[in-house]
């Protein structure tokens, strides 16, 4: 269970201005769930995302998952990250880099070979392998970023935009991955964000809608498509809803 509690962080913008990123901010985010958290940009999402990661410290409030302050559990656990630019070493091939990833994930030297290995078929890049990230295009550094989820089971992942660059083939391929992970994984919380409502509305149960750094609407997917988008939308803007 993902919960917070009161969040707010601040940025600081030139010499004397500071942006509210999140503010005051309370989720609860059940153990096995999936939750889309949509919002314009500069809403709080990234933020959101790496506070959780432990990345960001908040100003105020409490972060805790499954009872411990995020921090301390991520240094125990660890988490799966997909943030919405990816970066990779240039100089590196695609089968290097995950090599390198593994490793320091804490993977045994002899099931290195192996994770990697899967990873990239389950990615599509095993042609690839041997391609410098320096001349990847934004769809394949994608589908590396994905590839580097697939290197050691986690109990959460965060997913930052994880649909950017994909073509259709691999958006539903994605979605396979993401299945694959579930039921690889009992109890797996994901949280993903996304500016495409349709594809959204195809991968999560849960939807969280933050708009200027606040928590504007939660509810559970159930209804359609079209009725999800008027609600997000809604939210977003209450002047629809008149």
């Given at each position: 269970?993902i919960?917070?509690h009161?969040v707010?962080?601040?940025?600081?913008?030139?010499?004397?201005?500071?942006?509210?990123?999140?503010?005051?901010?309370?989720?609860?985010?059940?153990?096995?769930?999936?939750?889309?958290?949509?919002?314009?940009n500069?809403?709080?999402?990234?933020?959101?995302?790496?506070?959780?990661a432990g990345l960001?410290r908040?100003?105020?409030?409490?972060?805790?998952?499954?009872?411990e302050?995020?921090?301390?559990?991520?240094?125990?656990?660890?988490?799966?990250?997909?943030?919405?630019?990816?970066?990779?070493?240039?100089?590196?091939?695609?089968?290097?880099?995950?090599?390198?990833?593994?490793?320091?994930?804490?993977?045994?030297?002899?099931?290195?070979?192996?994770?990697?290995?899967?990873?990239?078929e389950m990615?599509?890049?095993s042609?690839?392998?041997?391609?410098?990230?320096?001349?990847?295009?934004?769809?394949?550094?994608?589908?590396?970023?994905?590839?580097?989820?697939?290197?050691?089971?986690?109990?959460?992942?965060?997913?930052?935009?994880?649909?950017?660059?994909?073509?259709?083939?691999?958006?539903?391929?994605?979605?396979?991955?993401?299945?694959l992970?579930?039921?690889?994984?009992p109890?797996?919380?994901?949280?993903?964000?996304?500016?495409?409502?349709?594809?959204?509305?195809?991968?999560?149960?849960?939807?969280?809608v933050?708009?200027?750094?606040?928590?504007?609407?939660?509810?559970?997917?159930?209804?359609?498509?079209?009725?999800?988008?008027?609600?997000?939308?809604?939210?977003?803007?209450?002047?629809?809803?008149?």
């Amino acid at each position: 269970m993902i919960e917070l509690h009161g969040v707010t962080r601040r940025y600081r913008r030139g010499a004397r201005d500071r942006v509210t990123a999140l503010s005051s901010l309370d989720l609860r985010v059940e153990r096995g769930a999936t939750l889309a958290v949509v919002g314009p940009n500069g809403a709080g999402k990234s933020t959101l995302f790496g506070i959780i990661a432990g990345l960001v410290r908040p100003d105020h409030g409490r972060v805790l998952i499954d009872g411990e302050p995020a921090l301390r559990w991520v240094r125990t656990h660890g988490i799966g990250l997909l943030p919405d630019r990816i970066r990779l070493p240039e100089r590196h091939t695609i089968h290097e880099s995950l090599r390198r990833l593994a490793i320091l994930d804490g993977c045994a030297g002899g099931e290195v070979g192996a994770r990697v290995g899967s990873a990239l078929e389950m990615t599509g890049l095993s042609a690839q392998a041997k391609t410098r990230c320096g001349s990847l295009s934004h769809g394949l550094r994608q589908r590396v970023g994905i590839a580097q989820l697939l290197l050691r089971p986690r109990a959460v992942i965060l997913l930052d935009e994880p649909l950017s660059g994909l073509d259709p083939l691999w958006r539903a391929r994605f979605r396979e991955i993401l299945a694959l992970l579930r039921d690889a994984s009992p109890g797996l919380t994901v949280l993903l964000s996304s500016h495409e409502l349709n594809e959204a509305a195809r991968l999560v149960d849960q939807v969280a809608v933050i708009r200027e750094g606040r928590l504007a609407d939660c509810f559970a997917l159930h209804e359609d498509v079209a009725d999800f988008e008027r609600r997000v939308l809604s939210s977003l803007d209450p002047s629809r809803g008149s």
